[in-house]
């Protein structure tokens, strides 16, 4: 069984920063790409950020720049740092990952979310 568990959300400031991290667990052989995801109320699900194993990294267009996405592989944990962030940022952000266990081939898991609010 294979969890990804969100951390780090909450309420900050317009200009302010916070430090997401998604810690995966369970009977994990292998984790290849990862990635950040957020929601806004009433939005559809958009791509924030990607890392690869490797750490190649890409960004949506609106977050380069403000936002670092990076990952610890020897503590199976991805983190988003977030700077300068903006009402507009305020939304659920979920992790991803392609996760390869010890008896499945690679598929991917979404974690459960954490609310991140910027407003004054």
């Known amino acids: 069984q294979v969890q990804l568990v969100e951390s780090g959300g909450g309420l900050v400031q317009p200009g302010g920063s916070l430090r997401l991290s998604c810690v995966v667990s369970?009977?994990?052989?292998?984790?290849?790409?990862m990635g950040w995801y957020r929601q806004a109320p009433g939005k559809e699900r958009e791509l924030v950020a990607t890392i690869t194993s490797g750490g190649s990294t890409h960004y949506e267009d609106s977050m380069r720049g403000r936002f670092t996405i990076s990952r610890a592989n020897a503590r199976n944990t991805m983190y988003l740092q977030m700077n300068s962030l903006k009402s507009e940022d305020t939304a659920v952000y979920y992790c991803?990952?392609?996760?390869?266990?010890?008896?499945?081939?690679?598929?991917?898991?979404w974690g459960q979310g954490t609310q991140v609010t910027v407003s004054s």
């Open positions: 369970g009977s994990i052989f292998s984790i290849g790409d």
């Open positions: 991803n990952a392609f996760i390869m266990t010890m008896t499945t081939i690679s598929k991917m898991y």
